[in-house]
């Protein structure tokens, strides 16, 4: 038997379940004008609520509160009693009734132009143009996953491209689409991935940031510039899609990305241009809440739970990551983090199935999300998100009478019974056959017994006392009047005896019938049940995270960043990278993020901690010129032959497990370049090896700007396959052409800028301003040597070449990178002024190196070349100091000499060797102890600095992995000990990206879609 507690009275309720009420029923044309939902509970607002009043409706809008209960005579009434009402939910992100098809044309080999129709923009993953209340056509059977789980209303949009065109907000009423569009504009939708565009460009996460930038511009200067052509002599052409990007700043955007990094990407891009908007979130918001609370920007979060990994054997959990198994136990309290961060949130069903979208909520309630930031993520922040919070999201005179009913907390075990959508119902569940989910006691004189009736075809039913139970027959339920028969006689009543009990929200009333047809009148109370709630609670609430925390949030991560040492390094060999050369017997001195002293026997400052290092060295962190580490959504936008309008800045991945792995090879400083799929590839990125910190952190503040160009074969598409035969240039002296003709056209570019400045403001009225382009401010940065290059190169031909081409445009070249031929034209490049940055011993691995040497790094230096040795490599990167002592071996170099190549020559060739690169007094304390000489084999790292801070420790790292090792396996335990209800989710679309080199082809749109 169940056990229950008898609820106290409260009203009666009041069914109206006649014929003339059915007919009358709200889905009718015949509605009243004037509806009272009376006696109920109203949630007017989050954490607003007062008990027993009246919801007065009149057509399709709240006309009143009516807190006394005095409702107007001529007001059709239904009696809610013990019912709570909330206003109805908003999703603001989905696609619903959007009757659209993009249309895809069959294309073969690389799509460089699309057509222009109507105005359209240039690129295919731009949309911005289209307006979707356009195509809104409402459609019951779609709505109903919505309205199930009590939401009224949509902001919707064609879920395609980059710019994805203004959305709509709509009811989920069953009426035509004139009728449900609430606001026909709402924000503009955006993407990184292009979606269905044809369009090669952008095939690359920086291109298509790249592309948002570049719109952004061309809308600010079309809608500025689109008056005058009638009075210049420079027309502008129409553009419905910029058009509708004017004034950016009074619109609204909503961004949908797939994971953490791309969400602060995009919050960056937003708020760079100052613009207002709501980010669409991934459930990992808790790991990196700080960085988002800095954003001026709401969220739109699913509940997209990962699926437990599965975990078989040895084998699979070797497959299982930690991260993995962290977010698997994490993700449910990710609202309540987002929550207690006060960063502003909307829920959406989007991702996930309807059906799931209650359990998730509630389990995040378990987990801590209070129940009136959970009803505000449904109604009052989401009113905002979809740009209808003037009239929808409260209960409050003026707004739709669009409306949740339920019977009990929705928040914890109560039923949705009832929807009311624009004033007109659509019960959920039947609120007369509804009184008969309730159990009841019935008083039959000294007899208590417990009454339960099934919904089953027919009706089944039994009345209990303790153990005993009674079948019930011949039942009957109509209109709230139950009747039924039953044997009493093993209660005291001989016979059948037969029943009529009219129910109510309350309780029940009734006869009996015995066997002398006696009639017995007798009352009775509804029985609340008494759940597990209060137990699960009690468990949740105690629920314990043993996964920890960290940055990143995967092994290794830290639990707080490192802070400022105060180190006294004693009795060490001290590798300067500077004039004084390498010391003996001498110590150094670190506090306040630099180099405070170097010498020997050196006093101890009192608080400094005392290292001695007798037997081991100190060196500069080693710089890596050219890297391609710590980057998401490929390293070449190789679809144009010049893209100098990407950034790699835009795309490091400060989770990068290569960022740790290179620290304990002592890397400090890593310049991470575009590859070399272009003759004039992307913007650089020096970072430092800041591992923990975020991605803007990691960029070396004051390094000067710096561009990939390239010469060679990977430039010319000549190795692509057959489809790339296209694009221009074909032939390396193809490529000198290209470079030319950039050059020209940036200076052209210039000098229109300059001409129209120097206009007279009454003339620049009437004149077409030069149209601001990303990809020429760069080349002119470039003529201009605000901009250095690193050049990817091998052959001295195509060398000499563009150090004439720079010579003839009068700028220097900074470093040709790879350079495996550099030693062959040495004399030049020294006369020139240009550096060299190449490998230690790589060669033969394709044509265009067969007559790389080892020797390189020599001849090169011995001609006054600036060498540095580079890694363009993820794995080779924590082993430069073995490649920078094969030139030792191969040709003598002294220890010095090679330590150089990857300490302060590097660090030269990026401008930043008044900062880093050698031991100097007062420089930034970037160094590293190792237990022997550096450029040993057998050398290992003890410790590196960045900024005086201790980013790697080996004696940490050993405790890290047993740290790592004892999480994993609790974890592990906890999913193979919980039930199959916590293993329930989605499995996860892992982000699966290659280690990333120079001509690395990779095409984040079709190799990632779901992750990125």
Known sequence: MRKHIIQAPIAILSLLCTQAAIANDQLTDNTPRLTALAHASLMLAPGEMIENATLLIENSKIKAIVKDNDIPKNAFVIDLTGHTIYPGFIDPFTDYA????????????????????????????????????????????????????????????????????????LSLADKKANDVIYNATTSQFMAFNKGSSIQDYPQSLMGSMALIRQTFADANWYNANKSKNSNSSTSVEFNIALERLADPKKQSFIFDTKNLNNQLRAAKLLKEHELRGSLIGNGREYARLAELKDYPFSLVLPLNYPAAPTIIDGDSEREVSLAALRHWERAPSNLTMVANAEIPFALTQHGIDSDKFWPRLKLAIERGLSEEAALAALTTEAAEISGIENFAGKLEPGYMADLVITDGNIFTDGKIVSMWLQGQEQQLINRDRALLDNQYQIQLGELSLDLKV????????????????????????????????????????????????????????GRMLDANNQTLPFGGLKLAPITEESANKQADNAYTLISKQTSPNVAYGLDQQPKLDKVHIKNATIWTSDKAGVLENSDLIIARGKIEEIGQNLKTPSGFTVIDASGKHITAGIIDEHSHIALNGGTNEGTDAITSEVRIGDVINPDDIAIYRSLSGGVTTAQLLHGSANPIGGQAQVIQLKWGDNAEQMKFDGAPASIKFALGE?????????????????????????????????????????????????????????????????????????????????????ILMFLRLAEAYNFKVGTFTHILEGYKVADEMAKHGAHASTFSDWWAYKFEVYDAIPQNTCLMQDKGVLTSINSDDYEMQRR??????????????????AWNMITINPAIQLGIADKVGSLVEDKQADIVLWDTNP??????????????????????DKLAQVSVAKERAALIQKVLLSDDAHKQGETPIDLMEPEWHCDTHYNAWQSATGAL
């Open 714 to 798: 990977n430039v010319k598409q000549s190795n692509w396959g057959d489809d790339y035969t296209r694009r221009f240039p074909q032939s390396r002296i193809g490529v000198k052409s290209l470079f030319s003709e950039a050059f020209n056209e940036a200076l052209a570019y210039r000098k229109a800028q300059s001409d129209y400045k120097r206009m007279r403001s009454s003339e620049r009225r009437r004149t077409v301003a030069p149209q601001y382009n990303y990809r020429l401010e760069a080349i002119a940065e470039v003529l201009e040597q605000t901009r250095t290059i690193h050049i990817h190169s091998y052959v001295q031909s195509e």
């Open 98 to 169: 959007i009757e659209y098809e993009s249309v895809i044309e069959d294309t073969s080999g690389p799509v460089y132009e699309i057509k222009r129709i109507g105005g359209n923009a240039s690129n295919g993953a731009i949309h911005s143009e289209k307006q979707w209340f356009n195509y809104v056509y409402p459609d019951k059977a779609q709505a109903k996953k919505w309205i199930d789980n009590g939401f009224t209303s949509v902001q919707s949009s064609y879920l395609d491209g980059i710019f994805r065109g203004q959305g709509v907000t």
């Open 880 to 897: 430069l100091n073995q490649e920078a002592a094969k030139s030792m071996m191969y040709c003598g170099m002294s220890a010095v000499d």
């Open 454 to 509: 099934n919904q089953t075809t027919p009706l089944s039913g039994s009345l209990s006392s303790g153990e005993q139970e009674i079948t019930l027959a011949n039942i009957n339920y109509q209109s709230g009047r139950l009747t039924f028969s039953a044997d009493l006689s093993d209660a005291g009543f001989e016979g059948v005896s037969r029943f009529t009990l009219w129910l109510d929200n309350q309780g029940v009333r």
């Open 935 to 956: 450029l040993s084999v057998y050398a290992k790292v003890e410790s590196t600095w960045i900024d005086g801070r201790r980013y790697f420790d080996r004696e940490q």
